[in-house]
């Protein structure tokens, strides 16, 4: 939360504040205040090729609200099984569940999801991170994408598209365009500020396919009367000031450090694991040997003060996976992520080893959990 721009908000709520008048008081649109929906589209467009207007843009509370209100619409459109990639987040999958959807974990691989067994399981509907995957990091290659378009056009379906951590990108190769670019009518685009601003501004947005933006709408306005017309009118001026892309600039090059000292230190102290997936984001997904047991290690981890996450606690289907860790490394010093991954190697040796022995000096920071996807 060190990140927050403190400073530049503040000036944007006076801002807004010392021009407001009745009007800009009274209660919200449901979707959203024009002002802050006709931004987002511009922003959105010239940073991710999304392809969207003033009326096809919601404003929401975070991600969590948007995936709601398309768990109440998809039913409408005769579709009540929602495709989520495997592995994925598994609050995320509860969350859709709870809702009265059913869902089908879909396999993910190098390319990303496995269009070809989401044609086989006949669902409609499908839940996706192709920018920078849940929890494995890999980017959806060209011919996947195209692949999942042409799957959406053929059965009529609806690909929701959760660009979760879209701001950071630090690969040597350009950030993709949103898969929304490539099907308006049949991609919703869905965001926040989650990891941009902070998690408690409640700020998220989605881009509706035109077709079915007025029903999303009316779903809305049973369940409440919009969003803090206020904070949106402040995001607004964020944004428009050109205030938004300072902040991020400078963000990008502190998670950049991280990430590059997080790799840096893998490669030194666990030469024997990969970093899958692209540079990107503000966690990573590190592969390991077959003779590592992953639960062993995670627990090993955390008696050295270091909180990792291992990969299997994020699969849905049966079977046996590669072991692997999840790792957030957006809130520790530079020194913090050497430190941590030196305790990773200490329990990696000591399991190898077969035997007890004493941990390494304490490490006082703990790797942070990252952020999930799709919750925020």
């Not at 989520?84 to 969350?95: A, C, N, V």
């Not at 929890?135 to 979760?164: F, N």
Request: charged share 25%; proline share 7%; glycine share 10%.
């Amino acid at each position: 939360m060190t990140n927050f721009p403190r400073i530049e908000w503040l000036a944007c709520y006076r801002t807004v504040l010392a021009a407001a008048g009745r009007d800009e008081l009274d209660y919200p649109p449901v979707a959203g205040l024009a002002a802050l929906r006709d931004a987002l589209a511009g922003y959105l467009g010239r940073v991710r090729g999304v392809r969207g207007s003033t009326d096809t843009v919601m404003v929401t509370a975070g991600f969590a609200q948007g995936l709601s209100l398309l768990c109440e619409a998809l039913p409408r459109l005769g579709v009540r099984t929602l495709a989520i990639e495997d592995p994925g987040h598994s609050g995320q999958r509860r969350f859709i569940d709870d809702s009265g959807m059913h869902t089908v974990p879909v396999p993910v691989d190098a390319d990303g999801i496995d269009v070809e067994y989401l044609a086989s399981t006949g669902v409609r509907a499908v839940l996706v991170t192709p920018a920078h995957q849940f929890p494995t990091g890999v980017t959806m290659s060209a011919q996947r994408r195209r692949d999942l378009v042409r799957w959406a056009e053929e059965v009529d379906g609806l690909i929701i598209e959760d660009d979760y951590d879209g701001e950071f990108w630090f690969d040597r190769h350009s950030r993709p365009s949103a898969l929304q670019s490539m099907a308006p009518d049949h991609v919703v685009y869905a965001g926040t500020a989650s990891k941009a601003l902070v998690p408690g501004l409640r700020l998220g947005w989605m881009v509706i396919p035109p077709h079915l933006a007025a029903m999303i709408g009316r779903i809305r306005s049973r369940h409440d009367l919009g969003s803090d017309g206020i904070t949106q009118r402040a995001f607004a001026e964020l944004i428009t000031s050109g205030m938004l892309d300072r902040h991020l600039r400078r963000v990008r090059s502190r998670y950049r450090s991280r990430r590059e000292a997080f790799t840096q230190a893998v490669d030194l102290h666990l030469p024997f694991a990969r970093v899958a997936g692209s540079s990107a984001g503000l966690h990573a997904y590190l592969e390991l040997p077959p003779d590592i047991d992953e639960s062993v290690l995670v627990e090993a981890a955390l008696a050295r003060s270091v909180l990792v996450h291992g990969g299997r606690r994020h699969r849905f289907g049966p079977g046996e996976h590669p072991a692997a860790l999840v790792i957030g490394y957006s809130t520790l010093p530079l020194a913090g992520i050497a430190e941590s991954m030196y305790a990773i190697r200490d329990a990696v040796d000591e399991q190898r080893a077969g035997r007890r022995r004493p941990p390494a000096a304490p490490v006082h920071r703990r790797v942070a959990r990252p952020a999930p996807a799709g919750r925020c």
